[in-house]
């Protein structure tokens, strides 16, 4: 599990930081860009090991944009 928010929108790029388990004390960020629909893990959270945390958010925001929009902030939930 991890929440999600929308820190900052330079042009067509938006920064969200990431909370793995819910931890806000260490955060990491992912980029997004609304022109091509792609992301990239700018910072790790710590504990994030392997991306895990940064790919489920990469993929949630992806999957946003092709669809009804990407939503600022949020918690993605899986098992």
């Known amino acids: ?3 999600y928010s929308k820190i900052a929108t330079m042009g067509h790029t938006a920064l969200f930081e990431y909370y793995p ?3 806000t004390s260490k ?6 860009d609304f ?3 792609e992301c990239e893990i700018t910072c790790l ?3 994030d090991r392997h ?3 940064a790919n ?6 992806e999957s946003q944009h092709a669809g009804d929009g990407v ?3 949020g918690t993605i939930m899986w098992y």
């Open 1 to 3: 599990m991890l929440t």
């Open 21 to 23: 388990e819910g931890d």
């Open 27 to 32: 955060p990491g960020v992912v980029s997004f």
């Open 35 to 37: 022109d091509s629909g």
């Open 45 to 47: 959270a710590d504990g």
């Open 51 to 53: 991306s895990r945390y």
């Open 56 to 61: 489920h958010l990469a993929n949630a925001l």
């Open 71 to 73: 939503v600022p902030s």
